[in-house]
């Protein structure tokens, strides 16, 4: 079946320690996504990718860093710069042109204490 | 810049009962809608969209959403809602401004909790 991996489910890391979120997908989407989910506060975006090798900041990229050197991969590190890392981070990605819906891993439960 | 605003982060409903949860955007250009559901614990997935066309948009499971340009609102309703509805709803908007940049705006959602 085809469809997004986020490892691990849940993570928990202390303060100032770097950590790295992986997201695969194996649906052959052009296009990748980094969410932030936090209570109350919907969906914000983080980084995207809409080809391999290229990536573009989206709302609140500041403690963040991406990589997409494959199409099926976009990990997403959380620097010690980022003040308040604790979140739901989800994954998402499309097909890319068109405005087609956003296909969602199953987020990670990132603690940082 | 798009916008969206769900305007209840809560509602509470009982089995059968019909539900309406609402969703307004703002945008200077043409825009697409979606809903999208929320279980817990889990990631979105999509339950309908407006790209062109009907402005009447259905789901597989009973709910419908009205595309309603002069009031800038999707609003979503079930005639008849079951316990497993209960789950967080978000309304996202994008802009129809050509090219292949789809960035999506998410409403901060609704927590619809079906009670028996």
């Known amino acids: 079946d085809g469809g997004i991996t986020q490892s691990p489910k849940y993570l928990f890391r202390k303060e100032g320690q770097n950590v790295t979120l992986s997201c695969e997908q194996n649906l052959n989407h052009d296009a990748m996504y980094w969410y932030r989910q936090d209570p109350g506060q919907g969906l914000r975006l983080i980084y995207y990718?809409?080809?391999?090798?290229?990536?573009q900041k989206g709302d609140i990229a500041e403690g963040y860093s991406v990589s997409r050197e494959k199409k099926e991969s976009f990990p997403l590190t959380v620097t010690s710069a980022q003040k308040n890392p604790t979140a739901f981070y989800l994954c998402a990605s499309s097909p890319g042109g068109v405005p087609s819906p956003l296909h969602f891993g199953n987020g990670t439960r990132l603690t940082v204490t | 810049a798009q916008s969206v605003t769900q305007l209840d982060s809560q509602v509470p409903v009982f089995e059968e009962a019909p539900v309406e949860l609402r969703c307004n955007y703002s945008s200077s250009v043409s825009v697409y809608l979606f809903w999208y559901v929320q279980y817990p614990n889990q990631g979105l997935q999509l339950l309908l969209k407006y790209l062109s066309g009907s402005t009447l948009v259905e789901s597989i499971n009973g709910f419908e959403a009205e595309f309603n340009k002069s009031q800038t609102s999707f609003h979503l309703r079930k005639p008849s809602v079951h316990i497993s509805d209960t789950a967080e709803y978000f309304c996202a908007v994008t802009r129809n401004s050509g090219g292949s940049n789809y960035k999506l705006t998410f409403g901060k959602g609704t927590l619809l909790t079906v009670n028996p």
């Open positions: 990718s809409q080809i391999v090798n290229d990536f």
